[in-house]
């Protein structure tokens, strides 16, 4: 029976084989549009950044977008000194070969070897994100965030779409993702923290944040994760396994020179911030359909209610104040890392050799600056949203809330904007002090468990 079953696998194989050199060439316009497709050997991404053939931009993922009459967006990377014209090939019904390492959520059918389906090319529409604060598109970098939109009647059975400057080359295809609306979701309040990259080692910080996360009723973590140092590796490793926290890979070091800074003059380098405004409109719409309710923030901040005992209870509130809100501004607060608590109640001996930042120990809030612009992050249902930047969305269709100060904001242990300030010009906040009954033993837990202890 089992040499039967292995005779008859060679055979598949061997036809498989036979069938692919026969039809070893590359896709070009003439087999797209014949009626009939021949089985070229497409290509299934197997990475989270892809290049764009015949140019220097990149594409990262593609979704459905429902709210614009099924179109297909490719959230890419765009080049905007070299804007060529960029075309579609849409693919129904397109069976790639099986791959274990093809991306784990590649919505993928692995039957049949590499047939294409029924495909259609068409005319890419280039939408850059127009963001930089007055900066210039992209803060003046000559990478920028882009939409690159498939618009067609044909798109509507699409299961597979590939972006290319040239039609006559190789393709390599992404899976449409989002083929369908849902109502319920999976998670209530995920998370999406842009870019890990050098060798953050803030492993204290990020355990204890997310334990935060937890007990304020976040389900899902997700991190674009560039590089990072191996106590925070060990960390990130923990949750993964435990199943609160997506990593997506983020090399895109290996495609471009990212920029450490939000500015080109000052910063230099290819992109922002390794590409910081890419990562937060892909989790946004990876998650469109997951979560009900987004926070995009650093990994150093915390959207803390301080009227309510949780996120639930909090977005309750403000969406029966605000039905038709779809982003919720929120204040960012800064506890710098230099002002300690005096008493020593959380500086525990046994946290000493964790590297990192003990949040619990910095309870001194810098006061609002007069004049200054008080920079925000955003808590934002992600179906309203077309296009975000980082403090503030950029196309929305629901309506904008800045949620007060008193109601909710943002805890965020970091070096001091003002340093020149002394204790007694500073607030007490000892907001996350009322969680240590349940927070200090989980803490204890995860860096135990994680293997930072
Ligand atoms: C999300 O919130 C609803 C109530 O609004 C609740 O019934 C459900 O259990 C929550 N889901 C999760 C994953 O906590
Ligand atoms: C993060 O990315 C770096 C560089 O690719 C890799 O070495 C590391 O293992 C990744 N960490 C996790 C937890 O995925
Ligand atoms: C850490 O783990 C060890 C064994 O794995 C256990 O004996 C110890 O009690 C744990 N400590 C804490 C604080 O959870």
Do not use: C
């Given at each position: 029976m089992m040499q039967r079953k292995q005779a008859l696998l060679v055979g598949i194989g061997a036809l498989t084989v036979l069938l692919m050199l026969k039809w070893e060439h590359t896709i070009t316009l003439e087999n797209l549009m014949s009626s009939k497709q021949p089985s070229a050997e497409p290509e299934l991404s197997k990475d989270t950044i892809t290049p764009i053939p015949g140019s220097r931009h990149l594409m990262v993922s593609a979704f459905k977008d429902h709210r614009l009459g099924g179109a297909i967006r490719v959230i890419s990377i765009i080049c905007r000194q070299e804007l060529q014209p960029l075309y579609c090939v849409l693919c129904a019904n397109a069976n790639f070969k099986a791959?274990?390492?093809?991306?784990?959520?590649a919505n993928v059918?692995?039957?049949?070897?590499g047939a294409l389906g029924q495909c259609t090319s068409l005319r890419a529409k280039v939408h850059l994100h127009r963001d930089g604060f007055g900066f210039?598109?992209?803060?003046?970098?000559?990478f920028v965030t882009s939409d690159v939109l498939c618009m067609s009647p044909?798109?509507?059975?699409?299961?597979h779409v590939s972006i290319t400057a040239n039609l006559y080359t190789r393709l390599t295809f992404l899976s449409i993702q989002n083929q369908e609306v849902k109502e319920?979701?999976?998670?209530?309040f995920t998370v999406c923290i842009s870019n890990l990259f050098g060798e953050y080692n803030n492993a204290l910080q990020f355990a204890q944040t997310m334990e935060v996360y937890k007990l304020i009723g976040v389900q899902r973590v997700v991190i674009y994760n560039t590089s990072c140092g191996s106590d925070v590796e060990k960390i990130l490793k923990y949750y993964s396994k435990e199943g609160m926290l997506e990593i997506v890979p983020w090399p895109i070091d290996k495609f471009l020179t990212p920029?450490?800074?939000?500015?080109y003059d000052l910063h230099h380098g290819d992109i922002h911030y390794y590409g910081q405004l890419s990562t937060l409109n892909e989790c946004m719409y990876r998650y469109m359909y997951q979560s009900k309710y987004l926070l995009l923030n650093d990994i150093d901040e915390i959207i803390m209610?301080?009227?309510?005992?949780n996120l639930e209870k909090l977005m309750g509130t403000l969406q029966q104040q605000?039905?038709?809100?779809g982003v919720f501004k929120i204040e960012n607060h800064i506890f710098p890392k230099?002002?300690?608590?005096?008493?020593?109640?959380?500086?525990l001996p046994r946290w000493?050799?964790?590297?990192?930042?003990?949040?619990?120990e910095h309870v001194y809030r810098e006061p609002d600056r007069k004049h200054m612009f008080n920079p925000t992050k955003l808590l934002i249902n992600?179906?309203?949203?077309l296009q975000t930047s980082?403090?503030?969305?950029?196309?929305?269709?629901g309506l904008v809330f800045n949620v007060p100060f008193d109601v909710c904001r943002i805890i965020h242990v970091r070096?001091?904007?003002?340093?020149?300030?002394?204790k007694d010009q500073l607030f007490v906040d000892?907001?996350?002090?009322?969680?240590e009954e349940l927070l200090i033993p989980s803490i204890d837990c995860a860096l135990n468990e994680s293997g930072v202890l």
């Open positions: 791959d274990a390492s093809a991306k784990a959520n059918d692995a039957k049949a070897d210039g598109i992209g803060f003046g970098f000559p044909m798109l509507q059975q699409a299961t319920l979701f999976r998670y209530n920029s450490t800074g939000w500015s209610p301080y009227k309510h005992a605000h039905p038709n809100a230099t002002q300690f608590d005096d008493s020593g109640r959380f500086r000493r050799s964790v590297p990192g930042v003990n949040i619990l992600p179906r309203s949203v980082v403090h503030f969305t950029l196309k929305q269709f070096v001091p904007l003002q340093g020149q300030l002394s000892k907001k996350l002090w009322e969680f």
